[in-house]
């Protein structure tokens, strides 16, 4: 089967032009510039024109809860979300339920995403206080990385012995991807909100709990046993101006050899403003923090400081979400509205939309070594998204794919729309619609 997909202005590896792709099967065949022709003839012709063209969206950082707690989201549902908001390789995080510390556990996610997951798709290993002789026998060609809590969060994987941190940073060959929040701080600013509260502060109260200097005191610690240990280290979801005094600028690499850090579109677009008006639909784990932070993470993409943009994306259903900064679950839905949320910061002037597929493509490629995806090459998997700018449109619940059934977006308008994702060379979103009989394919590595 070959389709041409033609007449698009294509974003990738730094250049914006007008080009068609020819798709041979799976991969890329033919990028067709000015007066070339295609070297065969098409089976299917895709009509791109007036939209852009962008390598399809790397996430590196999702929880889609299966197994075991599957009444929130599934390996199903929420990669029909993300074929819906041009996402076509997705990274899943181990605290489920069992937790993904085991092969065992490992195996069985790899076998639930053969049969259910409808874009491409890999797994996290997770780190525990005495798991890391494991850390050998990973497939480092099916393993993006090890996932380390340095701090509480949901499904209770801390890491908090000095001597097993050391022994992860001193054993792990892949890089590892580490939430950085110290629990010592939180529990004893928890303690403080109580007294000064009540039971359960209200959300408006959650950064002032997981504060700045709990995400600061981890994340230096992280870096510091990185550096030690010559380990390759990834903070995730990092939300501090002060955070970012602990990264160099990197105007002459596209990606920091050692030590990188993403930030999410969560924390790129809200503030503790949106408390207010959002409540308990925006509280994440770290804690969404002030327009200054927001402001230092925003300018951070241009300069390298920040080299991924993910969503950790988190479904709960809405009744886990009632209460405050001690009953309520943290963790948002975002995936299915990640690519043109970020869009709409570059209309605001944030990046450019070179740099969004950077953040967002080529860089989660590079930074975790995917083989054959995250750039617009001859000979690559053809993982594609159209998007069309200047067409309004507003979220409703009925758009909604995530089975938790809500979105902090809902009622908002966005102006780019995401026309068609394309994984494998298979159209999976068209129309406004998912193929849910497609299945994808396991990411490889290395």
């Not at 996402?87 to 639930?112: C, G, H, S, W």
């Amino acid at each position: 089967m070959k389709t041409l997909v033609k007449g698009a202005t294509i974003v990738n590896e730094g250049e914006t032009y007008d080009a068609s792709i020819l798709i041979d099967g799976e991969q890329i065949r033919q990028i067709i510039r000015n007066t070339q022709q295609p070297e065969a003839a098409a089976d299917e012709v895709i009509d791109a024109s007036g939209c852009f063209m962008l390598p399809g969206i790397i996430d590196d950082h999702v929880h889609f809860r299966e197994p075991g707690m599957t009444e929130k989201a599934d390996i199903e549902s929420e990669s029909r979300a993300a074929a819906a908001g041009g996402v076509t390789t997705y990274f899943d995080m181990p605290n489920t339920i069992p937790q993904t510390t085991t092969l065992e556990a490992l195996q069985e996610k790899q076998r639930l995403a053969a049969r259910k997951s409808h874009v491409n798709y890999s797994f996290f290993f997770g780190a525990t206080n005495d798991n890391a002789g494991l850390f050998p026998r990973l497939d480092v060609h099916r393993v993006p990385g090890i996932k380390l809590f340095m701090g509480s969060s949901t499904g209770d994987m801390l890491v908090d012995r000095r001597e097993a941190l050391e022994r992860i940073f001193a054993t792990a060959s892949l890089p590892i991807m580490a939430h950085c929040e110290d629990t010592a701080i939180i529990s004893r600013n928890m303690a403080l909100a109580k007294q000064k509260y009540g039971d359960d502060p209200d959300v408006a109260h959650h950064p002032e709990i997981r504060s700045e200097e709990a995400c600061y005191e981890s994340s230096r610690l992280a870096v510091e046993l990185a550096r030690k240990h010559h380990a390759r280290l990834h903070i995730a979801h990092l939300t501090t101006a002060r955070e970012l005094e602990l990264l160099e600028p990197s105007h002459l690499s596209p990606l920091p050899s050692q030590i990188t850090a993403e930030a999410t579109v969560s924390h790129l677009y809200f503030s503790d403003r949106d408390y207010a008006s959002l409540g308990t639909r925006i509280k994440c784990n770290p804690a969404i923090k002030t327009e200054r932070d927001r402001e230092a993470l925003q300018q951070a993409l241009t300069d390298g400081r920040i080299s991924v943009i993910g969503t950790d994306h988190a479904p709960h259903l809405l009744s886990q979400k009632e209460g405050g900064c001690a009953r309520a679950a943290s963790g948002m839905p975002m995936l299915q509205f990640s690519l043109v949320t970020m869009l709409e910061l570059v209309d605001k002037g944030v990046l450019s939309l070179e740099r969004l597929v950077e953040l967002m493509c080529h860089n989660p490629a590079r930074l975790f070594e995917v083989r054959r995806r995250g750039f617009i090459r001859e000979g690559y998997q053809a993982d594609l998204v159209l998007v069309r700018p200047n067409t309004g449109w507003v979220v409703t619940k009925g758009m909604l794919q995530s089975r938790c059934g809500w979105s902090p977006m809902e009622g908002h308008m966005y102006l780019w729309r995401v026309e068609r994702t394309i994984c494998n060379g298979h159209s999976v979103y068209a129309d406004g619609q998912v193929d849910i009989s497609y299945i994808g394919q396991p990411v490889e590595f290395r």
